[in-house]
């Protein structure tokens, strides 16, 4: 692994951006599980675009995950 030098003033800048992304990120992700599941679920059919199948990995693939599971 080749090593890079930066000024301890560019690794603060760097380090902060990458703090603040990671809070924005997981805002975004917890808004995003406002929904109840089958909600969301049911967004998803009533457009039309998605198969049976994809419907169905969706809502397991939902409720498993751990932002749904902080929900409740």
Same mark, same amino acid.
């Given at each position: &692994? #080749?090593?890079?030098t930066?000024?301890? $003033?560019? @690794?603060?800048k760097?380090?902060s951006? !990458? %703090? !603040? @992304?990671? =809070?924005? !990120?997981?805002?975004? @992700?917890? $808004?995003? &599980?406002?929904?109840?599941?089958?909600?969301?679920?049911?967004?998803?059919? $009533?457009?039309?675009? @998605?198969? $049976?199948?994809?419907? %169905? #990995?969706?809502?397991?693939?939902l409720? =498993? /995950? /751990?932002? /749904?599971?902080?929900?409740?």
């Amino acid at each position: &692994m #080749d090593t890079i030098t930066i000024p301890k $003033n560019e @690794y603060k800048k760097l380090l902060s951006r !990458a %703090k !603040a @992304y990671e =809070k924005l !990120a997981e805002s975004f @992700y917890q $808004n995003s &599980m406002k929904d109840p599941v089958v909600e969301i679920v049911a967004d998803f059919k $009533n457009t039309g675009l @998605y198969t $049976n199948e994809f419907l %169905k #990995d969706l809502e397991d693939g939902l409720k =498993k /995950s /751990s932002l /749904s599971k902080k929900r409740k």
